[in-house]
C-alpha cells in the first residue's frame, strides 16, 4: 500500500484510479439502509468465502447517545454494535454486546472488532456526525446463544437499530463496557445479504437505500411507559396526597377514621408507584443492585412509612385504651403524657416522610436525566405547595388553637390539659 501512495500522480495513474473507483463504486456488494428520521446510514457487506467476517458501516449525528445495530429481530440474543463517540470525540468507540431481554445489554469481550481509520466524528454538512467503519472478525458465527446472521447468508436477513437518549445523557467514552440508556427511538429493517457479499468491503455508503428494506418504513419511539406512570404517581403522592393527609391529621383529629382513610390511600398510592419503579430497575446495570441514591431513599423512605403506619395503628389502639380507663374513673396523668409524646413522635416521622419524598422525587428526576429546567420546575412546583401550605397551616392551626380555649369543648387535647382549667371552669 505504501508503495502504491508513493507512485508519481501522472495524468494517466489518476484516471485509471478514477475508473477503477467507480466500476468498484457501482459493483460494490452492500446493503445500504437510510433512514431520513435520524440522518442515519447503515451499510453492511459480507466478504467472499471463506470469510466470516461481517464489515458495516454507521454513520449517525454525534447528539445521540449512541447507535447501535442488532444482526437479528429482537434485542435479546442479537449480536448489537453500539458506537458512541470516544473520550476526546475524535473518533468512536464501537461495542459489541449482549441481552438477553429488554435490558441494558453487556460488553462481550471476546467478539474482536477493528475499526478502519476512517472512523471518525467530522463535521458534515452543519452537523457532527459519528462514523464507524469496521470489521466484525468472524461475526457470522459466533458461540451458540448468540444470534447474528443466519447461514447460508439469507435475502430477508433481519436487523434492527436503535438511537440513545439525545443532549441531556452524553456519553463520550473509550470504554468498551460504558454504561448506556435506553433508546428513544428504534426499528427494524431487512437486508439482502447474498447481494451484499463479495469484495471492497462497504465502499462509501450513501444516502440510497440498496439490498435493504426499512420495515414500515419508519422508526418506531421507545416507549417509557412504566417510567412515567412512576414519576406521575409519585408526584401526584408528595404535591398532593401527602399533604392533604397531614391536614387531616393534625386538624381533624376528632375524626380520626378520616386519618385511617387518607393514610391509607396514602400508603397504597406509595406502593402502586413503586412497582413500576421496581421493574424499570431491571432495565439499567447501574441501577440493578438498587444502589442509586434516589433508589436507597426511596427503599428507606417506604420502611419508614411501613413502620410508621404499623405505629400508628398500635397509637390508635393505645389511645382506645386510655380513653376507656378515663372513661371508668381512672384517670391517671402517665399513659396520657405518654400517648402525646408518642403521637408526636408519630407526626413529625409523617411530616419526615413527607420531605424525604419531595426531596426523592427530585433525585429520580435527576436519574431520569430530566432537563434541568424540567428538574427545576418540579423544584418550584414542590417549594410553591410548601408556601401555598403554610398559611392554611397557621389558619387551621390558629382557629383550632381558639377553639381549644372555648370552655366545654370535647377536644382529646384538652385531655392532657391540667385541671386548673377545669377548676376555673368550675368557678365561675
Ligand atoms: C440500556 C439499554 C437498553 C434498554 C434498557 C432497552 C430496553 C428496551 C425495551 C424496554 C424495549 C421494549 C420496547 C419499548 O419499550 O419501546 C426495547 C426494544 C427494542 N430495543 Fe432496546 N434497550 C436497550 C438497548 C438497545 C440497543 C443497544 C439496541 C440495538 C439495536 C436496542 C434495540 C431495540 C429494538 C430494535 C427494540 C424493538 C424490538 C424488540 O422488542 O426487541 N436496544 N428495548
Ligand atoms: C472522517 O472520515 C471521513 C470518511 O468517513 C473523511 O471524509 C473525513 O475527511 C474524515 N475527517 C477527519 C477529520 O479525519
Ligand atoms: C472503510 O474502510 C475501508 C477499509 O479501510 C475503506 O476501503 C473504505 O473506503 C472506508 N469507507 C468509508 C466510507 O470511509
Ligand atoms: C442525499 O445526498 C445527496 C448528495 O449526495 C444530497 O444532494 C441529497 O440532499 C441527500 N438527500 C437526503 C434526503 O439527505
Ligand atoms: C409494522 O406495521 C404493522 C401494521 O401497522 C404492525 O403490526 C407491525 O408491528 C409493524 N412492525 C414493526 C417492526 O414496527
Not at 461481517?54 to 449525528?61: E, G, Q
Not at 411501613?306 to 371508668?328: D, Q
Request: net charge positive; aromatic share 10%.
Amino acid at each position: 500500500m505504501a508503495s502504491f501512495f508513493s507512485q508519481p500522480s501522472s495524468p494517466r495513474w489518476l484516471l485509471y484510479c478514477l475508473i477503477s473507483q467507480i466500476s468498484l463504486a457501482l459493483s460494490q456488494s452492500v446493503s445500504i439502509l437510510f433512514i431520513p428520521e435520524t440522518n442515519t446510514i447503515i451499510g453492511i457487506n459480507f466478504p467472499p468465502e471463506p470469510s466470516k467476517d461481517i464489515n458495516f458501516y454507521i454513520t449517525a449525528p454525534d447528539w445521540y447517545q449512541y447507535a447501535a445495530i442488532g444482526f437479528g429481530s429482537t434485542m435479546a440474543n442479537s449480536l448489537l454494535l453500539v458506537m458512541y463517540p470516544s473520550a476526546d470525540r475524535s473518533t468512536v468507540a464501537v461495542s459489541p454486546r449482549f441481552t438477553t431481554g429488554h435490558t441494558e445489554p453487556t460488553y462481550i469481550s471476546n467478539v474482536r472488532i477493528t475499526l478502519h481509520p476512517s472512523s471518525n466524528i467530522s463535521d458534515s454538512t452543519g452537523t457532527f456526525q459519528m462514523t464507524a467503519n469496521g470489521t466484525c472478525h468472524d461475526c457470522q458465527l459466533l458461540p451458540s446463544g448468540l444470534k447474528t446472521v443466519s447461514q447460508p447468508l439469507s435475502a430477508t436477513q433481519e436487523m434492527i437499530f436503535a438511537v440513545g437518549p439525545g443532549n441531556a445523557s452524553p456519553l463520550a467514552s473509550n470504554d468498551l463496557d460504558a454504561r448506556i440508556r435506553r433508546h428513544v427511538g428504534h426499528g427494524h429493517f431487512t437486508i439482502n445479504a447474498p447481494l451484499a457479499t463479495g469484495p471492497g468491503g462497504v465502499g462509501s455508503p450513501g444516502n440510497a437505500t440498496t439490498n435493504a428494506v426499512f420495515v414500515n418504513n419508519s422508526m418506531s419511539k421507545s416507549s417509557n411507559k412504566a417510567a412515567t406512570v412512576h414519576g406521575i404517581l409519585f408526584a401526584i403522592v408528595a404535591l398532593a396526597i401527602a399533604p392533604f393527609d397531614t391536614l387531616v391529621a393534625a386538624f381533624l383529629q376528632k375524626w380520626p377514621k378520616l386519618h385511617v382513610f387518607t393514610s391509607g390511600t396514602y400508603f397504597a398510592f406509595v406502593l402502586g408507584a413503586m412497582v413500576p419503579g421496581i421493574l424499570i430497575s431491571r432495565d439499567h446495570i447501574l441501577t440493578q443492585k438498587m444502589g442509586t441514591p434516589h433508589q436507597a431513599l426511596g427503599l428507606v423512605t417506604i420502611i419508614l412509612m411501613f413502620s410508621i403506619v404499623i405505629y400508628g395503628i398500635v397509637l390508635g389502639r393505645m389511645k382506645k385504651a386510655v380513653a376507656a380507663t378515663i372513661n371508668f374513673g381512672g384517670a391517671s396523668a402517665a399513659p396520657m403524657n405518654k400517648t402525646a409524646i408518642l403521637g408526636k413522635v408519630h407526626a413529625w416521622a409523617g411530616r419526615l416522610i413527607w420531605v424525604l419524598l419531595l426531596v426523592n422525587n427530585g433525585l429520580g428526576l435527576k436519574l431520569s436525566e430530566q432537563t434541568t429546567i424540567f428538574v427545576l420546575g418540579y423544584s418550584v412546583l414542590a417549594g410553591g405547595v410548601f408556601v401555598f401550605l403554610i398559611p392554611i397551616y397557621f389558619c387551621l392551626w390558629y382557629c383550632t388553637k381558639a377553639r381549644k380555649g372555648k370552655p366545654l369543648d370535647d377536644d382529646h387535647e384538652l385531655d392532657n390539659m391540667p385541671s386548673i382549667y377545669d377548676h376555673e371552669r368550675y368557678n365561675k
